[in-house]
């Protein structure tokens, strides 16, 4: 597995598509926080805070994922080679886990460059420094979690078809509809049913954890997701030897 998942690694990065990520990623998060005037601006806002980088970098991350994912799987379909993958002395599991992982890695490298945001924000803080570490750590964590659910969905579109681009359209439908469509289907429907979608939608997990507070069952509420769809994942691959 550990070979494999070198070798995904080193496939993002011997090639333009790891590099772009993570310029597309810090470039558009720069723009919302220093260029784009408005309320999210950190200069027009007049308050030393990442809250617009852990607010919009979910919407972000919507796009980019499934733009990593989308040839995963779908490409070892298209060309055969995931015949000659299942063939050698590894399981489906490690196969899955080993693209999952590389995958994650590029999206924590996506985040490390992000760290310039923070640096300037407390060197702009008056006084210097005047802002919560503690509570941005949690923050980071919060949004390194929401990615790696957001991967564990992109693989698992990604195994269901031999068409990258229709690999990445169903990446980005799953990850809105996790994200976005739950919390509005709970807007829209009484109880018992709006405590369920909101309890389903990883946006009502994150905010908690975009203010810096770890919670357990949000961890459980993650690490769950990330589960269900490496098992639905395996159980696609599993299909196709019947």
């Known amino acids: ?4 998942y070198l070798k995904e690694l080193r496939s993002f990065l011997n090639s333009l598509i790891g590099y772009l990520t993570i310029l597309f990623f810090i470039v558009s998060i ?3 926080m220093w260029i784009f005037p408005g309320p999210g601006n950190v200069l027009d806002m007049g308050e030393a805070s990442l809250r617009v980088l852990f607010s919009n970098a979910p919407i972000v991350f919507l796009f980019l994922i499934p733009a990593i994912t989308m040839r995963s799987l779908a490409e070892e379909n298209r060309t055969g080679t995931i015949e000659l993958l299942l063939t050698q002395p590894i399981t489906d599991t490690a196969i899955i886990l080993a693209k999952y992982f590389a995958s994650v890695t590029l999206v924590f490298l996506a985040l490390l460059p992000t760290l310039i945001y923070y640096y300037s924000i407390v ?9 919560d570490h503690a509570g941005t750590l949690g923050a980071y964590f919060g949004l390194f979690l929401l990615g790696a659910v957001f991967v564990s969905i992109g693989i698992f579109a ?8 229709i690999s990445f359209l169903i990446a980005i439908l799953l990850c809105f509809t996790v994200y976005i469509g739950f919390q509005f289907m709970a807007t829209t429907l009484n109880a018992p ?3 369920l979608f909101i309890n389903l939608s990883i946006q009502e997990h994150y905010m908690g ?5 770890i919670d357990s069952r ?3 509420y993650y690490l769950s997701v990330i589960t269900l769809f490496i098992l639905l994942t395996k159980m696609v691959m599993q299909s196709r030897k019947w």
Do not use: C, H
């Open 209 to 213: 954890m975009q203010k810096g507070v």
């Open 1 to 4: 597995m550990y070979a494999l």
């Open 218 to 220: 949000d961890l459980i």
């Open 123 to 131: 060197e702009l803080g008056d006084p210097r420094g005047n802002i």
């Open 30 to 32: 720069g723009i919302w």
């Open 158 to 165: 990604s195994a269901l078809t031999k068409n990258q681009v």
């Open 193 to 195: 049913f709006d405590y």
